[in-house]
């Protein structure tokens, strides 16, 4: 079956400074998978950061970035200069290029940004 | 942005009861979902369902689970009877494709006593 890798539970770090979140997967699908970034703020529901579908696209939001990479079956969260609203929950998502939509989820990481 | 809604967001049964949980999709949304996350572990996906039919399940989808959306109103999810392995949270997400961003509710605690 499918799996999702994220090796950091928790990360903190300053602001301003930058940030990297680890995400590797793993997939039986002959087809390469679709990968998300969902983010889930305090107080409010899961959404959706960035997606790519492309393997060697890069995907952007919100000044966060990740890159598709099919060769160490990565897609590594980044921000260069985050900032205290950027304390979140942040999960690793792998969706199979089906019509059912089915998303395995990593564990997530905890970002904590200091002022 | 399209907001999902869940209902209720907490609830607490004693085991071998029935509990139904209420999910109010997107509103021109076709494919649903409900997805499980037991403390400290991994949001799972539990089934989906599109056209008055699931499309998919896992194994965590126990013959004890059934969906429906009658007559386009709440998109639940029955447990009857609940187990005390059941407790968890469970999240509904909705889309306009199967293939498409999810959009996810806030949650519904269960604990199963």
């Known amino acids: 079956g499918d799996s999702v890798t994220q090796t950091e539970g928790q990360v903190t770090v300053s602001e301003s400074k930058s940030l990297i979140i680890n995400c590797t997967y793993s997939?039986?699908?002959?087809?390469?998978?679709?990968l998300f970034w969902y983010v889930r703020y305090p107080g409010e529901g899961l959404q959706l950061l960035l997606k790519v579908i492309t393997a060697g696209q890069k995907g952007s939001s919100r000044g966060f970035e990740a890159t598709y990479n099919k060769e160490t079956t990565s897609f590594h969260l980044q921000k260069a200069s985050v900032q205290e609203s950027d304390s979140a929950v942040y999960y690793c998502?792998?969706?199979?290029?089906?019509?059912?939509?089915?998303?395995?989820f990593g564990d997530g990481t905890v970002l904590t940004v200091k002022p | 942005g399209p907001k999902v809604l869940q209902i209720p967001s907490h609830q607490i049964i004693d085991m071998g009861q029935m509990v139904t949980l209420n999910c109010d999709p997107v509103s021109n949304h076709l494919y649903f979902y409900w997805y499980k996350q037991i403390l400290g572990q991994q949001m799972e996906f539990l089934v989906n369902f599109y056209n008055g039919k699931v499309m998919e399940k896992s194994k965590l989808f126990k013959d004890q689970f059934s969906v429906e959306r009658p007559d386009g109103s709440y998109f639940t999810l029955k447990i009857q009877p609940t187990a005390l392995e059941d407790s968890a949270v469970y999240f509904c997400?909705?889309?306009?494709?199967?293939?498409?961003?999810?959009?996810f509710g806030p949650g519904t605690r269960l604990t199963v006593l």
């Open positions: 997939t039986t699908s002959i087809a390469y998978p679709n």
């Open positions: 997400a909705s889309s306009f494709a199967g293939g498409a961003e999810q959009f």
């Open positions: 998502a792998l969706g199979e290029i089906t019509n059912t939509g089915k998303l395995t």
